[in-house]
């Protein structure tokens, strides 16, 4: 982890209010692995205070840059949409954990909705330069929020998308189309990453099908770096665990967890 001096390449919209940027950040580029994130400092005074985490979506040790994508939804991805190319700022990274491979010989399903959507092309892919058959399924409210195909594309070998009114590709939730994969012959690893009843969805649907599912968490955060316990989630456990092995720090225990791990229900 290192706290990183870099400067911004390019910051364009790609959808209703998402940016994809650029950023020239070579040490993190050279060490970053999917599913981990960064803690991009988007002011210089003190508002916004906190720094923004955000997924990389992809990455090139080579020439030396990552890439965010982001929503503009409040005060800390406002100001990072209005940074133009050349600044320059801070950035702590890779932070957390990233996903772990599937099985040997099994398929990966790729399931995410809204933010969750930027760690999963970058983990895609990687899997498929593996050889790792990828299917990327992609939830959104309307048309206007999904991710223009040439972003989707690299991630997988088929791409399917779902949107709550209809506007484009399947009308109805993204777990509708992660039955029918999931009913596919052949072993699949699911990773999901989205909005938090979205992901609880996918979890009960994997523990249904006997699935393994892996999800991102992608909570409030604050330090980022585990020492604040601001991103606290609840593991299952017994009973009588204590505090400390029952809670997990979303930022260096994840953000990526055995969805079987995780308390949902609230
Ligand atoms: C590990 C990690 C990875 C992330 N990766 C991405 C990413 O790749 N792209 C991206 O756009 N965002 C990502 N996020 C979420 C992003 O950090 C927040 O959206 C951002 O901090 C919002 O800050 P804000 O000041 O712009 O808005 P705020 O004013 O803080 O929030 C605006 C609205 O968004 C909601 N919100 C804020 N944070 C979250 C959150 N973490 N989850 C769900 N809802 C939230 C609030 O309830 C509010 O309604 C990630 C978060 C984490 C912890
Ligand atoms: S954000 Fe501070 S401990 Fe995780």
Redesign the pocket.
């Known amino acids: 982890m290192i706290d990183e001096r870099v400067q911004l390449m390019a910051n364009d919209a790609v959808a209703d209010d998402f940016y994809l940027a650029r950023w020239q950040a070579p040490h993190i580029a050279a060490q970053v692995e999917p599913g981990q994130?960064v803690n991009i400092e988007v002011a210089a005074g003190v508002a916004?205070l906190l720094r923004?985490?955000?997924?990389v979506?992809a990455a090139d040790p080579q020439a030396g840059y990552i890439d965010?994508?982001?929503?503009?939804?409040?005060?800390?991805?406002?100001a990072l949409s209005r940074l133009v190319p050349g600044v320059q700022t801070q950035c702590l990274g890779p932070l957390?954990r990233g996903f772990p491979p599937p099985a040997q010989g099994a398929g990966a399903i790729l399931v995410g909705g809204g933010?969750g959507v930027?760690?999963m092309l970058y983990w895609g892919a990687v899997l498929r330069r593996c050889g790792v058959r990828v299917v990327l399924l992609v939830g959104a409210r309307h048309r206007g929020k999904h991710l223009p195909d040439p972003l989707l594309a690299p991630a997988a070998d088929t791409v399917r998308r779902a949107t709550d009114d209809g506007s484009l590709g399947h009308a109805g939730l993204v777990t509708d189309l992660l039955r029918d994969e999931l009913a596919e012959a052949g072993p699949h690893q699911v990773y999901c990453c989205g909005?938090h009843g979205m992901m609880q969805a996918v979890a009960a649907l994997c523990r249904e099908m006997e699935a393994p599912c892996q999800v991102?968490l992608?909570?409030?955060?604050a330090c980022g770096i585990g020492i604040c316990v601001g991103?606290a989630v609840e593991l299952v456990g017994a009973e009588d665990d204590s505090d400390y092995s029952r809670y997990a720090r979303?930022?260096v225990d994840g953000?990526v967890f055995d969805a079987r791990r995780v308390k949902w229900g609230h």
Request: hydrophobic fraction near 30%; charged fraction near 15%; proline fraction near 22%.
């Open positions: 994130f916004p923004i985490p955000l997924s979506c965010v994508l982001y929503e503009d939804m409040g005060p800390k991805s406002q957390g933010i930027p760690p909005p991102s992608e909570e409030y955060m991103c979303i930022c953000p």
